[in-house]
């Protein structure tokens, strides 16, 4: 697969409500040895992103300032360090700076990148990526 320079993400732009969020491009996120890239197919919003788009949450200086922590789709990079994942494998994870979160209509494209040692399990074949994000 080849992967594009730019993803599509959903940016909070200002404190506020729903409106507040909306579509950007982003550069790709590269893995770092320890992490993977995973093509989102399903992303989860949490009480914390809902918090930091009303601006009552404050982004640590480490992490991504995209809502959408936990996600669901493919393994489509890995770093120097993976050995547990490869490219095609189906996980849902923690995304571990929220570099990429939610996908943006069918044609567009996100991207995150997770550890892939705690925080990313495979996906069972019968799993949908909806339900991988709830638990099963």
Known sequence: MTL???MRAVEIVKPGGPDALVPGER???TPKPNEVLIKVAAAGVNRPDVLQRQGLYAVPPDA???PGL???GEVVAC???VTRWKPGDKVCALAADADARAQLGANARAFARATYDLKTICLPRQLAWVKA???G
């Open 4 to 6: 594009p320079n730019k």
């Open 27 to 29: 550069a790709l996120p």
């Open 64 to 66: 991504s300032d995209l």
């Open 70 to 72: 936990e996600i669901a």
């Open 79 to 81: 770093g120097a360090k």
């Open 133 to 135: 994000l709830a638990g």
